[in-house]
């Protein structure tokens, strides 16, 4: 079972920036493809981004490309998600998900997942 600790969020100007965090409980996890889903009020869930376990493949959805950039640390059980440029339709909660491959993550299938940290984004 993996657990996943995340941090950041908050409230934020339009145009600010913010970083979000999440380190997985147990080093398999470093096998695992890694990132952050979100939910807006009304809307389906969707992969904001997604980064394979060596860190060497991301996906990002259309809408955040350009200003959104994920990583992993060396150790590869930490994800971070910057988020730059916000915009009042970035506000969301944020999980943080790991587990499985790359393919079935950004299909929307990972196995473990963060509790969520909301992100809110003023006009």
């Known amino acids: 079972q993996v657990q996943l600790a995340e941090s950041g969020g908050g409230l934020v100007q339009a145009g600010g920036s913010m970083r979000l965090s999440c380190t997985a409980s147990?080093?398999?996890?470093?096998?695992?493809?890694m990132g952050w889903f979100r939910q807006a009020p009304g809307k389906e869930r969707e992969v904001a981004a997604a980064?394979?376990?060596?860190?060497?493949?991301?996906y990002y959805v259309d809408s955040v490309k350009g200003r959104f950039t994920i990583t992993r640390d060396d150790v590869k059980t930490t994800v971070f998600l910057q988020m730059n440029s916000l915009k009042p339709e970035d506000t969301a909660i944020y999980y943080c998900?790991?587990?499985?491959?790359?393919?079935?993550?950004?299909?929307?299938?990972?196995?473990?997942w963060g509790q969520g940290t909301q992100v809110t984004v003023s006009a």
């Open positions: 147990v080093d398999a996890a470093s096998t695992y493809a």
């Open positions: 998900a790991s587990g499985g491959t790359f393919r079935s993550f950004t299909r929307g299938k990972p196995d473990y």
């Open positions: 980064i394979d376990w060596d860190g060497g493949t991301t």
